[in-house]
């Protein structure tokens, strides 16, 4: 484990302790290009452009990963994602796009307030992967079998 990944840790174990970049923009505490905001949510150009109009989506009230946020909250800031997509895609012509949204640390979370990317892509082979390595292709048994552990006794 490097350095910013301890932190990020640290972070995460003391995630109601620490200061958030996210409440202080929601506070006015903090600058952001804002996009969108409405009652819940809050759209916002992120400060690491991977490409022009690389968006930020989050929800205004604190909560740290997916795990936290109520379901209801939780579909404000996915309507608010498609949203951005429109925009962008009347805005400023780009209609291909990447979204994702990170919960831990070794998922790569570096700020503990969920939050989903929106970014456009701008040329064919731009994605590298998602992978971090090479995926394998386990026998529909196999599949089966994680399928019915994700399952467990859970229905929603």
């Not at 995460?12 to 620490?18: L, Q, Y």
């Not at 930020?56 to 009230?61: F, Q, R, S, V, Y």
């Not at 800031?77 to 640390?105: E, F, M, P, Y």
């Not at 590298?128 to 390595?133: D, P, Q």
Request: contains cysteine.
């Amino acid at each position: 484990m490097n350095a910013n990944s301890s932190k990020r840790l640290e972070q995460n174990e003391n995630k109601t302790a620490a200061p958030c970049i996210f409440c202080d923009i929601v506070a006015s505490k903090a600058p952001a290009s804002i996009v969108y905001e409405d009652v819940h949510t809050l759209a916002f150009m992120n400060l690491n452009q991977l490409n022009d109009g690389h968006v930020l989506i989050i929800p205004k009230a604190h909560f740290v990963n997916v795990f936290d946020i109520p379901s209801e909250t939780l579909g404000h800031v996915i309507q608010t994602v498609k949203r951005v997509c429109h925009l962008i895609k009347a805005n400023l012509g780009i209609s291909d796009l990447s979204i994702w949204q990170s919960n831990g640390a070794k998922a790569g979370q570096d700020v503990w307030h969920l939050h989903y990317h929106v970014l456009p892509r701008l040329q064919e082979g731009e994605l590298r992967g998602f992978y971090s390595h090479t995926p394998k292709r386990p026998l529909r048994q196999e599949l089966d079998q994680i399928a019915l552990k994700i399952k467990g006794n859970h229905h929603e």
